[in-house]
């Protein structure tokens, strides 16, 4: 079979450069070896950049993300027993809204197959091969376990962290990393919101973020030893750990339905492109959860490379495909560098002496008393400026 681009993963990058690709009138084929059901009902992240919705909207890949979705003009930053609102719209004119990934995910698939697009569900990737050629392959399986094999002008690794495709351009030389001492544990709770904005809390006893996800249900993370079991805790335990975490603030409780745990990892892969072989989203780079950058820097490769690809597709002109890693990168590393820092501001690092914890306290002040502080937190969070989609 052949194709011009053969996408590998139907998560939010494969699937929105699969859309932007087609306005263009770009044929691509997409596989993932997760069933449409699995993608379109596992919990992941929630929160969109402002150019992430704009993405997503005039594109018409989401037109539930402006009515579903909720918009945010701000966040709360916690420490001590007070709270510091961080105004998005009135320093920096953005928002973000709270919808989640796989509302995103299934809003994508349902624009994507009524266009007839060939999104294969359950075919495993196995292998990239001739990537220094103008004929890459893709060599993969179906569900029954028949060999499936793709020749495109182009393949886009956009399977995630543990993909295929990323050991396919970066060989042996893998990436930038770091680990970090400490994990999330993350909830969803049948109750009402237990605040208007999300609520980023710095507590003694370790950090909180208390999220939401609509009328009934909620979402809410505190810090835990990277090796907590999900079974850990009682329910009842876990409404007392959250509430100790944002002290100030009354939770309201109601039953648990789901647990999961978060592992913080730091990454970027040293190559980004080899040949006519590229990665996208987190096959190319890993950020911890705060701030919300993972999905968001994701759709901001794609926008890149949708350019980068119509230029060498339609116009045979590699220049765009040539510079495509260096500058991804450039944003990749503005991601990296936000996340980094949230997370260090607000976690309760393992072993931290009164030194540590005190300088900590001083640099929250640092950014919430100042207007400046505050404007560079909403700069960041609310994303930079991605280049117009066409
Ligand atoms: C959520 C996740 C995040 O990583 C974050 O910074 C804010 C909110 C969420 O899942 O709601």
Same mark, same amino acid.
């Given at each position: ?37 699995? !993608? $379109?009902?596992? #919990?992941?992240? %929630? ?5 992430? =919705?704009?993405?997503?909207?005039? *594109? /018409? &890949? ?10 945010h003009e701000g966040i709360e ?7 510091h609102r961080i105004d998005f719209t009135g320093t920096v004119g953005r928002a973000v ?52 094999? !793709? $020749?495109?002008? #182009?393949?886009? %690794? ?5 993909? =295929?495709?990323?050991?396919?351009? *970066? /060989? &042996? ?24 904005e ?84 987190? &096959? ?84 919430v008393?100042s207007d400046h502080g505050r404007a560079h937190l909403a700069e960041?969070y609310t ?8």
């Open positions: 079979e052949r194709t011009r681009v053969a996408v590998i993963g139907a998560g939010p990058a494969g699937l929105l450069l699969s859309h932007l690709l087609a306005r263009h009138g770009i044929e691509s084929v997409v596989l993932d070896s997760r069933s449409r059901e699995q !993608i $379109e009902t596992t #919990v992941r992240a %929630g929160v969109l950049e402002q150019g992430t =919705v704009e993405v997503l909207d005039r *594109t /018409g &890949a989401s037109d539930r993300v402006l009515t579903a979705g909720q918009k930053i916690r420490f001590g027993d007070e709270g809204w709270l919808y989640p990934q796989h509302e995103v995910l299934k809003d994508l698939v349902a624009a994507r197959l009524a266009a007839g697009q060939d999104l294969r569900f359950q075919v495993t990737a196995r292998r990239v091969e001739d990537a220094g050629t103008d004929r890459p392959r893709v060599l993969a399986e179906d569900a029954e376990g028949d060999p499936v094999e !793709i $020749e495109a002008d #182009v393949v886009v %690794g956009a399977d995630g962290s543990r993909g =295929v495709t990323r050991e396919a351009v *970066t /060989g &042996a030389h893998g990436g930038y990393f770091r680990e970090y001492p400490f994990a999330w544990f993350g909830v969803l709770c049948e109750a009402p919101p237990s605040a208007e999300l609520i980023y809390s710095n507590s003694p006893n370790g950090f909180a973020l208390i999220s939401r996800r609509s009328a009934g249900v909620q979402r809410m993370y505190f810090q835990c030893d990277p090796a907590t079991d999900t079974g850990a805790y009682t329910e009842e335990r876990l409404w007392e750990i959250l509430q100790s975490r944002v002290p100030g603030t009354t939770l309201r409780e109601g039953r648990i339905f789901q647990r999961d745990v978060l592992r913080f990892r730091s990454f970027v892969a040293h190559e980004m492109r080899r040949g006519r072989v590229v990665l996208v989203g987190d &096959a190319a780079h890993t950020v911890p959860p705060t701030g919300a950058k993972g999905m968001n820097l994701a759709v901001a490769d794609v926008v890149l490379l949708t350019e980068a690809l119509r230029a060498l597709l339609l116009d045979r002109d590699e220049t765009l495909f040539d510079a495509f890693p260096a500058t991804a990168r450039r944003r990749i590393w503005k991601a990296q560098h936000f996340s980094w820092w949230m997370t260090n501001l607000l976690h309760l690092q393992p072993g931290a002496s009164d030194f540590d914890r005190l300088r900590q306290i001083g640099e929250l002040r640092t950014v008393e960041a994303g930079w400026p991605l280049p117009a989609v066409r």
